[in-house]
């Protein structure tokens, strides 16, 4: 970012604020943008081409079939069949196909007969010596595992892992904030900082404008909900005063809701083990991440923290301070549970509460977040962080990046763009939350 411009004594630019130290001596409270600072310090910035983008990811290459709305026969012998095997639980079996049982017996594949696109019927044999009976009832879930075909065999059927997407799209946030020529030299408008050597004042109007500019930015990747494919439909969903449409991307919580994984603690409040069990279950069957980062609100994560604390100090790790002379154990922020790491962050985001009222489930809920990276087939094929951000490139950038525009008007800007005795400051970045695989991310709900 631009290292600062003066107009005599004035820290005119507020890109400034821009750089860590700076921007944590003068905004010391009230930060809303830890979402955003949290995806500045993992660079999951990328620049994109279009107003729209679509992510590849992987579905798991293994996927149980749920024979609900199907109908069972033979139940009990060694050879059952399972008749209208409805929508996605459909077209995943295939001559050969090795399954497991609910009662933990195998069975192969033996036919497969396609009557729709979302309509088999497949029969299975048993495969134990002795073909012991196979036991299944509609409901239940059946594994496919392996693939096991006969001597001479004819080709097998093909087996296809279609890509699943998500359409993302662009928003634009912009935000606009000024100073007049006498107010900035206001105790109550203004402050005074070193910079290069030199004693500069700013304007508290700019820091606001960016603080404001960053919450939005984050609220936004956070909470948004998707509207139209494009800004070519004739009839957008909202329109703005221009006649434009307005376009929204998919924030993190909705993307959680409907494509990750989602848990409720059985008695909200109260965790226990049994709820970590079932956590750990929900991730193993979507083949999630080996490690995880929980956030939410310090009320969420206190209420795991005190949890954790009680339970002793197995495979936790602990904020400690020193208190007259002792060691204190103040909060657990990692666990380890069912081979998997969790490390818990409380975000100023989620405390907002003129943001998220008291009695919303986003402040009662840990999100998770998975480690690593994954590997897409759009953009080059090459490997992504589960979670990023695409911006588009801002045509005239000003006194910012293509990323983040600052653009400067006014009597008093550096540049002078009119008479008028004030400095206006524009902020935009158009931009979109970018998620790969996005059924490893899920959502604890902690608190009632």
């Given at each position: 970012m631009p290292q600062g411009t003066f107009t005599g004594n004035y820290a005119g630019v507020p890109s400034l604020l821009y750089q860590p130290d700076i921007r944590k001596e003068l905004i010391k409270r009230y930060q809303d943008d830890d979402f955003v600072n949290f995806l500045d310090k993992t660079g999951a910035w990328t620049k994109k081409t279009d107003d729209k983008f679509v992510t590849a990811f992987d579905s798991p290459l293994n996927i149980v079939v749920d024979t609900t709305g199907a109908t069972v026969t033979n139940s009990g012998t060694a050879t059952v069949?399972?008749?209208?095997?409805?929508?996605?639980?459909?077209n995943q079996l295939i001559v050969g196909k090795m399954v497991m049982f609910p009662n933990g017996l195998q069975g192969r594949v033996q036919t497969v007969t396609t009557t729709?696109?979302?309509?088999?019927?497949?029969?299975i044999r048993s495969t134990a010596a002795g073909n012991p009976n196979l036991t299944l009832v509609a409901g239940g879930i059946l594994v496919p595992y392996s693939n096991h075909q006969e001597e001479g065999s004819l080709q097998p059927a093909p087996e296809i892992w279609p890509l699943t997407t998500l359409t993302q799209l662009i928003g634009i946030f912009r935000k606009t904030g000024g100073i007049t020529d006498v107010a900035r030299a206001r105790n109550n408008g203004s402050f005074r900082l070193e910079i290069g050597g030199k004693e500069a004042m700013g304007s508290w109007q700019a820091v606001r404008t960016l603080m404001s500019h960053r919450a939005d930015i984050g609220y936004g990747l956070l909470m948004d909900e998707i509207t139209d494919p494009n800004f070519t439909n004739t009839t957008p969903t909202v329109v703005?005063?221009?006649?434009?449409?307005?376009?929204?991307?998919?924030?993190?919580?909705?993307?959680?809701?409907?494509?990750?994984?989602?848990?409720?603690?059985?008695?909200?409040?109260?965790?226990?083990?049994?709820?970590?069990?079932?956590?750990?279950?929900?991730?193993?069957?979507?083949?999630?991440?080996?490690?995880?980062m929980l956030v939410g609100s310090r009320a969420a994560v206190a209420r795991m923290s005190s949890f954790f604390k009680n339970l002793g100090s197995a495979g936790l790790t602990s904020v400690r301070m020193m208190v007259n002379g002792r060691e204190v154990d103040l909060t657990v922020e990692e666990f380890t549970f069912g081979g998997r790491t969790f490390r818990m962050a409380a975000w100023n985001t989620f405390d907002n509460q003129q943001v998220l009222l008291t009695s919303n489930a986003v402040s009662k809920t840990l999100y998770a977040i998975p480690y690593g990276t994954a590997h897409v087939y759009s953009g080059g094929g090459k490997d992504v962080p589960y979670m990023g951000v695409g911006y588009l490139p801002v045509i005239h950038p000003g006194d910012g990046t293509e990323k983040q525009?600052?653009?400067?008007?006014?009597?008093?800007?550096?540049?002078?763009?009119?008479?008028?005795?004030?400095?206006?400051?524009?902020?935009?970045?158009?931009?979109?939350?970018?998620?790969?695989?996005?059924?490893?991310?899920?959502?604890?709900?902690v608190l009632a």
């Open positions: 069949t399972v008749t209208n095997l409805q929508g996605a639980n459909a729709t696109l979302a309509n088999d019927t497949v029969t703005g005063a221009q006649g434009f449409g307005v376009q929204f991307g998919r924030g993190l919580v909705p993307t959680i809701r409907d494509f990750g994984w989602n848990y409720s603690l059985t008695t909200l409040g109260t965790p226990t083990l049994a709820d970590l069990e079932g956590i750990t279950n929900l991730i193993t069957a979507v083949r999630g991440a080996d490690e995880y525009a600052e653009v400067h008007l006014g009597a008093l800007a550096v540049n002078p763009t009119s008479g008028t005795a004030r400095e206006d400051w524009v902020y935009e970045t158009m931009c979109a939350l970018d998620i790969a695989n996005p059924y490893m991310f899920g959502s604890i709900r």
